[in-house]
């Protein structure tokens, strides 16, 4: 049987990469931005809506989905693309990450996490191998192993021990995870901010001979230079025919930035986050709708958008919406900026493969300047 998940390169540009993840619920168009529905929700948004805006794959996470519904209730339930009547790809986080900055008291060791739910106070132990079954149980089509990510700025020593016991955690989840054609297990680097961690992680990962390579251990805190550095320092030690993924990254100007390096996969709570609290992301630049400054700018946000949220409501209307705290606001800010990401994202894909993508980068920066003055 030809192997289900396939990846192909369709163009490059310097370090940048367009091409297609095929899987057999569908195909991930890259560069690719996958809005996070950490708990089985794009929050604000109809499935289909994310869909339409151009996103071919979502998250979902281990961690929250793990404490409720729980994760062999959504497998009685008939899995996570069922409930959520997502029937594309899923990329599964595996719920290291939320543990260490979301759950109660917790102990790291060899074994995993074993941890406090931050909902009722329940204990968990979040093992490599329970973080592949939970995934499994969840139905996801790509896998994400356990990891220890380091906030920065951390002390050499905590890099390097995160960074090594992510390597043997990677073994374990190779081990857990098996041979599942159609499905996929990404490994994730590690190493923090020091080059030489980074490149043993890389190499060791490589060595195992996963499907994709995640950069882990970035967004934490660092400045934008770090985060960029550590990508010129992974990346030429990354196979060219398997997905690189960016994890937790980023802003628009993150996200070309990153995929002028050679990052094919983004998330991020950015649009989703962002757009509920008023702030929305155009192709001028960034917004804060509370401004009352907008309360009677009858202007929309974007008139060339093909988004209603962007190009029929007034930025008044909108301001008003969020001042009153008003649900549909945030549904309006989050349509239009997870519509705003995508548009990026196909601008970018179009760009790499006319090979003119340091000119959209500067028409795309141009534009946000714009806004800032
Ligand atoms: C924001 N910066 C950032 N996010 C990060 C995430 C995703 C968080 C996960 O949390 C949820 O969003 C809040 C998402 O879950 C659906 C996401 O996958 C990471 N996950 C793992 N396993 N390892 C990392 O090194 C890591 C680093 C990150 N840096």
Not at 182 to 205: H, N, T, Y
Not at 233 to 260: C, F, N, W
Request: one cysteine or more; a neutral charge.
């Amino acid at each position: 049987m030809t192997d289900q998940f396939s990846f192909t390169v369709a163009a490059t540009d310097g370090a940048a990469r367009t091409g297609e993840i095929r899987m057999p619920r569908g195909v991930i168009r890259t560069p690719a931005f996958m809005p996070v529905g950490t708990a089985g929700t794009v929050k604000a948004m109809y499935p289909e809506q994310v869909k339409a805006l151009g996103a071919d794959v979502v998250l979902g996470n281990t961690y929250h989905l793990m404490l409720r519904p729980g994760a062999e209730r959504v497998a009685r339930l008939g899995g996570l693309h069922a409930m959520m009547q997502w029937p594309y790809p899923i990329l599964t986080d595996s719920g290291g990450f939320q543990v260490m900055s979301l759950a109660g008291l917790r102990k790291l060791d060899e074994t995993g996490v074993r941890f406090q739910s931050h909902l009722d106070g329940s204990t968990h132990l979040l093992s490599p191998e329970r973080s592949i079954e939970i995934q499994g149980l969840l139905g996801s089509d790509i896998q994400m192993q356990l990891d220890e990510c380091v906030r920065l700025p951390a002390p050499e020593s905590a890099i390097e021990s995160a960074m090594r016991l992510s390597l043997r955690w990677a073994e374990r989840c190779r081990i857990a995870f098996g041979d599942q054609p159609g499905k996929a297990m990404f490994g994730i680097v590690q190493g923090g901010d020091i080059p030489a961690l980074r490149v043993e992680s890389a190499k060791a990962l490589v060595g195992l001979d996963l499907k994709g390579y995640a950069i882990g251990g970035l967004a934490v805190g660092e400045p934008q230079a770090t985060m960029l550095a550590m990508i010129e320092t992974v990346e030429p030690h990354l196979p060219t025919h398997k997905p690189r993924y960016l994890m937790g990254v980023g802003t628009p100007d993150d996200i070309v930035q990153a995929v002028s390096r050679g990052i094919d996969m983004f998330d991020c709570v950015m649009p989703t986050r962002a757009g509920r609290h008023g702030m929305v992301y155009t192709r001028h630049g960034r917004l804060n709708l509370r401004n009352a400054r907008f309360a009677e700018d009858n202007s929309p946000l974007d008139p060339d958008s093909t988004c209603p949220a962007a190009n029929l409501y007034s930025k008044a209307y909108l301001h008003h919406l969020v001042r009153a705290g008003e649900i549909l606001g945030m549904m309006l800010l989050t349509w239009n900026n997870l519509s705003y990401y995508q548009d990026l994202m196909a601008g970018l894909r179009k760009a790499i493969a006319a090979g003119r993508l340091a000119d959209f980068i500067g028409e795309t920066r141009e534009g946000w300047e714009k806004a800032e003055r």
